[in-house]
């Protein structure tokens, strides 16, 4: 079975091909790059170096969210374009435990961190190597994170480029309890979102009519519509 992986959630960049659970080919990369200049000709330079042709491949897996909006809606976008496009299936797969998956060896608690600006989080928190979902995905503000996190008394090993902007919080006030992972393993990889990917039954092609991203959370503009909506109705 041949599947392509999308991953544009966040700044990195990952496209990868998979055939019958192997790595054919990947791009990994975090460069002051649009996803939507740089994500298709990926998409078209993965294919090529596999030399798979669009119309063989079985599936599609793209990372559904939490993350930047652009990145997010950029992804699901191309994904859902080329699905009915090709007529293959499309499975979403949260960017949150994708990139929790690149410290699937670890059997203890899994915390990858995407920052959500201002201070705030998208995050969840993970365990072993199956991941098993022990805070699902949410945003909150890095102090609420924390207070949760302190509550399970335990190392947790962290995950993401943007831990870093937060790691000297984190440190005051977990202590030894903070684990960082290599820096080698802090980037998404689509091949990781297709692994789990496989592990969710197929849905059928029509589905992708119904596919949405998984924001977490309101837009910037939106909530300041709403805002304004509101102190208008009490005017």
């Known amino acids: 079975m041949i599947w392509l992986g999308i991953e544009t959630a966040n700044a990195p960049l990952s496209i990868a091909v998979i055939r019958d659970g192997k790595v054919i080919a990947e ?14 000709p990926a998409i078209e330079e993965v294919l090529a170096k596999a030399g798979i042709k669009p119309s063989e491949l079985d599936a599609i897996a793209v990372s559904e969210g939490p993350g930047s909006y652009t990145g997010v809606r950029i992804g699901v976008t191309l994904a859902k374009t080329l699905a009915w496009t090709l007529k293959k299936p499309l499975v979403g797969i949260s960017s949150l435990k994708s990139l929790a998956a690149n410290a699937a060896l670890y059997d203890g608690f899994i915390c990858p961190i995407f920052d959500a600006r201002r201070g705030n989080v998208y995050t969840a928190v993970y365990k072993g190597c199956e991941l098993e979902t022990i805070i699902d995905d949410y945003h909150d503000h890095i ?30 006030v977990l202590g030894d309890y903070a684990l960082r992972i290599p820096y080698s393993h802090d980037l998404p990889r689509a091949s990781e979102t297709v692994r789990l990917a496989t592990k969710v039954e197929l849905p059928s092609v029509d589905a992708v009519h119904h596919f949405v991203p998984q924001y977490k959370r309101i837009a910037e503009a939106e909530a300041n519509w709403l805002k304004e909506q509101k102190e208008k109705a009490h005017e």
Not at 27 to 40: D, E, F, P, R, W
Not at 161 to 167: K, P
């Open 27 to 40: 791009i990994v990369q975090n460069i002051k790059l649009t996803h939507s200049a740089g994500a298709m």
């Open 143 to 172: 102090d609420g994170l924390l207070e949760r996190l302190q509550a399970l008394e335990a190392p947790i090993l962290f995950v993401g480029v943007d831990v870093d902007v937060f790691w000297h919080k984190i440190v005051e």
